[in-house]
């Protein structure tokens, strides 16, 4: 099952970068978009032309970053009538980081809860429409029918929706920056089938709050989630 991701999240992903550093950060903005899933393994990015408008930079600034990518086995550039730039399938598994300072990850993980459960309680507070409802849902149902190549993008996405729900844009901003670091991390070990299991559960809870619009059952769903994936990475990383 494939869902589009919301506007809100494309344009955190695609918003223009800084002068100063228009390479590096067109090279860390297009990481972004590949880790969050907003482009998956397979899919191809938008052409250079349109990525220049949307980054604000010069088409050559784009070309070097894809070339930067397509060089350390990211992205794939293919020629032709079907050709473009596609993020590879499969992705290169990153390097293991090693053991992550503990002040590291008390910082990212702490600030991953303040985020995530502010996101749910709002989400959990809005009006939303059928049509949102829906796709919250069709989200939830994605990651549980995603396989073990999917499953974190799918994970992903249903976290940035619910942040996207509680229509605060700059949220989804944080969220992003923060949900990619975690992925970085995340995607250094393999995934648990039971934790998959366990983690569907909990995205149903979580989800079910919201439509329900129980602002603390949703704050508590989502805390109780991150709190296994915490405990995963401090065992591994830590």
């Given at each position: 099952?494939?869902?589009?991701?919301?506007?809100?999240?494309?344009?955190?992903?695609?918003?223009?970068?800084?002068?100063?550093?228009?390479?590096?950060?067109?090279?860390?903005?297009?990481?972004q978009?590949?880790?969050?899933?907003?482009?998956?393994?397979?899919?191809?990015?938008?052409?250079?032309?349109?990525?220049?408008?949307?980054?604000?930079?010069?088409?050559?600034?784009?070309?070097?970053?894809?070339?930067?990518?397509?060089?350390?086995?990211?992205?794939?550039?293919?020629?032709?009538?079907?050709?473009?730039?596609?993020?590879?399938?499969?992705?290169?598994?990153?390097?293991?980081?090693?053991?992550?300072?503990?002040?590291?990850?008390?910082?990212?993980?702490?600030?991953?809860?303040?985020?995530?459960?502010?996101?749910?309680?709002?989400?959990?507070?809005?009006?939303?429409?059928?049509?949102?409802?829906?796709?919250?849902?069709?989200?939830?149902e994605?990651?549980?029918?995603?396989?073990?190549?999917?499953y974190?993008?799918?994970?992903?996405?249903?976290?940035?929706?619910?942040?996207?729900?509680?229509?605060?844009?700059?949220?989804?901003?944080?969220?992003?920056?923060?949900?990619?670091?975690?992925?970085?991390?995340?995607?250094?070990?393999?995934?648990?089938?039971?934790?998959?299991?366990?983690?569907?559960?909990?995205?149903?809870?979580?989800?079910?709050?919201?439509l329900?619009?129980?602002?603390?059952?949703?704050?508590?769903?989502?805390?109780?989630?991150?709190?296994?994936?915490?405990?995963?990475?401090?065992?591994f990383?830590?």
């Amino acid at each position: 099952m494939t869902v589009e991701p919301l506007p809100e999240v494309r344009r955190v992903v695609y918003r223009p970068v800084r002068e100063g550093n228009a390479l590096e950060d067109t090279v860390a903005r297009l990481v972004q978009t590949i880790r969050l899933g907003v482009v998956g393994p397979g899919e191809s990015l938008p052409a250079e032309r349109e990525l220049a408008v949307l980054y604000a930079v010069s088409r050559d600034t784009v070309r070097e970053a894809i070339r930067e990518l397509a060089d350390t086995g990211y992205l794939v550039r293919r020629r032709g009538r079907y050709g473009g730039t596609f993020v590879a399938d499969p992705l290169p598994r990153p390097a293991d980081p090693g053991v992550v300072p503990a002040v590291e990850l008390d910082d990212v993980l702490g600030l991953r809860r303040v985020l995530e459960a502010g996101a749910a309680r709002a989400a959990a507070g809005r009006t939303l429409s059928p049509e949102v409802r829906e796709e919250l849902w069709l989200r939830h149902e994605a990651a549980c029918e995603a396989d073990a190549e999917g499953y974190r993008r799918a994970d992903t996405l249903l976290h940035l929706t619910i942040a996207e729900l509680a229509r605060i844009p700059s949220l989804v901003a944080l969220l992003a920056e923060n949900r990619a670091r975690v992925n970085a991390w995340l995607d250094t070990f393999p995934l648990l089938p039971r934790n998959i299991e366990h983690s569907n559960t909990q995205h149903e809870q979580l989800v079910t709050a919201i439509l329900a619009g129980r602002a603390d059952a949703a704050e508590a769903a989502v805390l109780d989630h991150l709190a296994g994936s915490e405990a995963l990475l401090r065992g591994f990383l830590a």
